[in-house]
T-cell receptor, first 114, second 116 residues
Framework: AQTVTQSQPEMSVQEAETVTLSCTYD???????LFWYKQPPSRQMILVIR??????QNATENRFSVNFQKAAKSFSLKISDSQLGDTAMYFC???????????FGGGTRLMVKP | NAGVTQTPKFQVLKTGQSMTLQCAQD?????MYWYRQDPGMGLRLIYY???????DKGEVPNGYNVSRLNKREFSLRLESAAPSQTSVYFC???????????????FGSGTRLTVV
């Protein structure tokens, strides 16, 4: 079974600054996918970024980027130029390569302060 | 708009009552899921259905039953609600499992259930 751990229950950052959210996972699989989801107060689950484990290059989506360290089983999310709209819960999630079920971490609540 | 629709959005039940959460998707996805979200625990899979006519248990199935009525609809039933089932419930759909291509989930907007 897979486990996903987010060790930072809450974080805050000043608007326009950079923040990094941590995620570690445990699996015996070699091929898998990792995701970061954003959940604003509206409760909607929004996919922020995804990473294929077989790719060494870190994924980037505009102001969002990841630091994927496969050997260390670490998958952190960096948010650059933080905006007030980034205030939300962020969930790290894991999926096996040929699977269809997501395993989520406990979440990090991010507050962006003006 | 295409997506996943859950009803109701809010519900309060008394202990021992039963209810069914409804979910429908219009994305022609094969797989559908029910997750529950609790503080500090993220989302945990209750049941899923990889295709019409099949259902399988997830991580926390006790106290729940599901029905995959057709390709579009996947319902979650609480036969005898307990306070421990107070949670936010999410339905989702996907075109997984896959061997490539888009593999994102589409989530519904959630149902906040309180059992008193």
């Amino acid at each position: 079974a897979q486990t996903v751990t987010q060790s930072q229950p809450e974080m805050s950052v000043q608007e326009a600054e950079t923040v990094t959210l941590s995620c570690t996972y445990d699996t015996s699989e070699n091929n898998y996918y990792l995701f970061w989801y954003k959940q604003p107060p509206s409760r909607q689950m929004i996919l922020v970024i995804r990473q294929e484990a077989y790719k060494q290059q870190n994924a980037t989506e505009n102001r969002f980027s990841v630091n994927f360290q496969k050997a260390a089983k670490s998958f952190s999310l960096k948010i650059s130029d933080s905006q007030l709209g980034d205030t939300a819960m962020y969930f790290c999630a894991f999926m096996k390569r040929a699977g269809n079920m997501l395993t989520f971490g406990g979440g990090t609540r991010l507050m962006v302060k003006p | 708009n295409a997506g996943v629709t859950q009803t109701p959005k809010f519900q309060v039940l008394k202990t021992g009552q039963s209810m069914t959460l409804q979910c429908a998707q219009d994305m022609n996805h094969n797989s559908m899921y029910w997750y529950r979200q609790d503080p500090g625990m993220g989302l945990r899979l209750i049941y899923y259905s990889a295709s019409e006519g099949t259902t399988d248990k997830g991580e926390v199935p006790n106290g729940y039953n599901v029905s995959r009525l057709n390709k579009r609809e996947f319902s979650l039933r609480l036969e005898s609600a307990a306070p421990s089932q107070t949670s936010v419930y999410f339905c989702a759909s996907s075109d997984l499992p896959f061997l490539g291509g888009d593999y994102g989930y589409t989530f519904g907007s959630g149902t906040r259930l309180t059992v008193v």
